[in-house]
């Protein structure tokens, strides 16, 4: 069955503390993993699409990796305005099959 | 502004009542999908639209029905509302293209809550 996986759960850093969120994926046949920023009240927007291994992509502070098995967003010296839930997804079968999400939370 | 817009953005109705959520997308998409995401944040497909056809349906109840007049429009109806449909739905609209799988475009959502 395909799943995704994300951690941590949550994540508290300190401005200017830089970090990574994982994503872990099975799927059979990878067609694109996503990664979407979602802040409270508000529909996921989105940030990158990956669709083979060794890809990579940057935007700002946050650049996305790509493995055979999983997926990392790394956040480089992050702002308060960072702060959101960070959602991966894989698409399977025409639809995108979502992670829980990463909470994050970043500190002055 | 190019984007996906829902319509309402809370919609707190009794258990038994039937109430509709409408969704507009002016992206040119020409497919498009309902989510439903409950209190733990997960975020799950329902339907999926192309071209005004039903692609996905994913064990939904019989009691949530999606219309697509249109190429740009999908709405939800929703039949004799239960305590358990009380979340927020999210639409979505993307391009797709034969061998390629585009991101998806998310619209505000639309609180519902069942009394």
């Known amino acids: 069955e395909d799943q995704v996986t994300q951690s941590p759960e949550a994540l508290r850093l300190q401005e200017g503390e830089s970090s990574s969120l994982n994503c872990s994926y099975t799927v059979s046949g990878l067609r694109g993993l996503f990664w979407y920023r979602q802040d409270p009240g508000k529909g996921p927007e989105f940030l990158f699409t990956l669709y083979s291994a060794g890809e990579e992509k940057e935007k700002e502070r946050l650049k996305a990796t790509l493995t055979k098995k999983e997926s990392f967003l790394h956040i480089t010296a992050p702002k308060p305005e960072d702060s959101a839930t960070y959602l991966c997804?894989?698409?399977?079968?025409?639809?995108?099959?979502f992670g829980a999400g990463t909470r994050l939370a970043v500190h002055p | 502004d190019t984007a996906v817009s829902q319509t309402p953005k809370y919609l707190v109705t009794q258990m038994g009542n039937d109430k509709s959520i409408k969704c507009e997308q002016n992206?040119?998409?020409?497919?498009m999908y309902w989510y439903k995401q409950d209190s733990k944040k997960f975020l799950k497909i329902m339907f999926s639209y192309n071209n005004k056809e039903l692609i996905i349906n994913e064990t939904v109840p019989n009691r949530f029905s999606p219309k697509s007049p249109d190429k740009a429009h999908l709405n939800l109806h929703i039949n004799s509302l239960e305590l358990g449909d009380s979340a927020v739905y999210f639409c979505a609209s993307s391009q797709w293209v034969r061998g390629s799988y585009n991101e998806q475009f998310f619209g505000p959502g639309t609180r519902l809550t069942v009394l």
């Open positions: 997804a894989v698409h399977s079968r025409h639809k995108l099959i």
């Open positions: 992206l040119g998409h020409d497919t």
